[in-house]
């Protein structure tokens, strides 16, 4: 019996901690701001490493940074001329990606919020 729980929990926690691998998308709001940003990932998970690409749709893409998953929380970077952005989401289940993002540049320094959802492939 103990060793059926064993099993039943470990395959629960493997379903939550799901593979990100493949294509996102969502919208980004700067506090304080009046409109959504669109936003298009391409995300390839490689155990808690995080590579791939993502930008305000598929023919501007630039490359994670620094990507990281610990648990739910995932973690990563990009680079766009003068802006870093450094995101902190967390996957809420159903296919969603929430979370923080702050903006820097220089002399300029921004928060927003994020939310990405699972792509449908075609």
Do not use: C
């Not at 155990?47 to 990281?68: F, M, V, W």
């Not at 967390?90 to 939310?115: F, I, N, P």
Request: hydrophobic share 35%.
């Amino acid at each position: 019996m103990k060793k059926e729980m064993a099993v039943v929990l470990l395959l629960a926690v493997s379903a939550m901690a799901g593979d990100l691998t493949g294509k996102w998308s969502g919208v980004f709001k700067v506090d304080g701001g009046d409109h959504n940003v669109p936003q298009l990932f391409l995300l390839k998970q490689q155990g808690k490493t995080l590579t791939g690409s993502g930008g305000p749709d598929a023919a501007e893409q630039y490359p994670i940074e620094n990507g990281r998953i610990d648990g739910n929380e995932i973690r990563f970077e990009l680079t766009t001329g003068e802006w870093k952005f450094a995101y902190h989401l967390k996957e809420t289940g159903a296919g969603e990606l929430k979370g923080d993002l702050k903006l820097e540049s220089v002399g300029d320094s921004r928060t927003a919020k994020v939310s990405l959802a699972r792509a449908k492939t075609d």
